[in-house]
């Protein structure tokens, strides 16, 4: 095509200059030549450049794709360059979806993993009470307890994945607005005043008068001060102290730490401790009814306020879980 144009206006010219016919053609020819080459040139290395593109997001070889190394501006390049970051959009959307289906399927084999344990001890316990052992004063309350225990085991996990499963599918609507921390204190350091007594562990809360309203969400803040004071129970031996600690620091924040002077963590467990499953010692979480998605919850649930778990621990003598909330400003807290 460029080279019939090129006869063409080759012809024109030799028409227009009065020069003999041979003239004409050989014109023609040099400047058909010239154009083909100079559009050869000018456009097949970045068509070569968007087919090699397209082929490598074919085969997904996405490593290896490369942006159009000519002059910006023009249709083509603006092609190339679309077609460059399909392939990219492309890469990112696959990993995302590897990287959900791994974790589906290593959650689905945790969770299953849990579920067996108490299954397995609820069936071998009711089996052997109902071979005979019902009747036998002195185990059959024993086995009792042990299948109540494994139920509660059963309650948890079904709670704790409920809330882990709408906090990272991000169904779960935080609700921030002012409200009184110190009363939720209270309220929480009460909920759980039985358990505690239970394994004769003292608990009590220090929160100073005039603390500000704090910002946050109340319901999952709750969530969070539950499971940070329900561990420092459990993680504790009798005889043991947990306090609950609020205090309105100078950026105008409020931090809350649970104090306990219980078995403690080492400083290699305690960058994994907000690991969904992850537990220093499984027995003796599983034996206090735990799940190991607590501290994942807590992290979530701080995460969605901007905020992070601050963990100090010394195996032997104790752990502080604290957090920091910011104070409500005085127009909203009153
Ligand atoms: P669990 O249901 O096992 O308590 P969590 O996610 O709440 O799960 O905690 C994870 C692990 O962190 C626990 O199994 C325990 O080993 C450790 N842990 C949490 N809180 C404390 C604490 N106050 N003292 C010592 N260890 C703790």
Do not use: C
């Not at 309203?213 to 504790?236: H, S």
């Not at 701080?302 to 032997?316: K, N």
């Amino acid at each position: 095509m460029a080279v019939l144009l090129a006869v063409l206006s080759g012809g024109l010219v030799a028409v227009v200059a009065d020069l003999p016919w041979w003239s004409d053609a050989l014109t023609g020819l040099a400047l058909g030549g010239a154009t083909y080459g100079a559009a050869h040139a000018w456009l097949v290395p970045r068509i070569n450049l968007a087919l090699t593109t397209l082929h490598q997001i074919r085969k997904h070889q996405f490593e290896n794709l490369q942006a159009t190394s000519v002059p910006r501006g023009d249709e083509l390049n603006t092609l190339i360059w679309q077609v460059y970051r399909t392939g990219q959009t492309l890469e990112n959307e696959i990993r995302e979806l590897k990287r959900m289906e791994n974790y589906r399927r290593e959650f689905i084999g945790n969770v299953s993993h849990e579920l067996k344990t108490p299954i397995f001890s609820v069936q071998g316990f009711t089996e052997t009470l109902l071979d005979g052992a019902l009747e036998d004063e002195s185990v059959n309350r024993s086995f009792l307890e042990k299948i109540m225990r494994n139920v509660n085991r059963l309650d948890n996990l079904a709670r704790d994945l409920s809330a882990i499963s709408r906090i990272e599918t991000g169904e779960l609507e935080m609700n921030v607005a002012p409200f009184d921390l110190g009363t939720l204190i209270e309220e929480v350091t009460e909920s759980l005043e039985m358990k505690a007594e239970e394994k004769n562990i003292y608990l009590r809360s220090q929160v100073p008068n005039g603390l500000p309203t704090a910002r946050g969400d109340r319901e999952r803040i709750r969530q969070v001060l539950v499971n940070l004071v329900d561990n420092a129970i459990k993680y504790n031996d009798a005889g043991g102290h947990v306090e609950v600690v609020a205090r309105h620091r100078a950026d105008d924040e409020i931090k809350v730490s649970v104090v306990d002077d219980g078995i403690g963590v080492s400083p290699d467990h305690v960058a994994r401790l907000t690991e969904r499953f992850y537990r220093v010692d499984k027995s003796r979480s599983r034996n206090q009814g735990g799940t190991g998605l607590g501290l994942a919850i807590v992290k979530h649930i701080l995460g969605a306020h901007d905020r992070e778990l601050q963990v100090e621990s010394t195996p032997g003598s104790g752990s502080t879980f604290g957090f920091t909330l910011p104070a409500a400003k005085k127009k909203e807290g009153t």
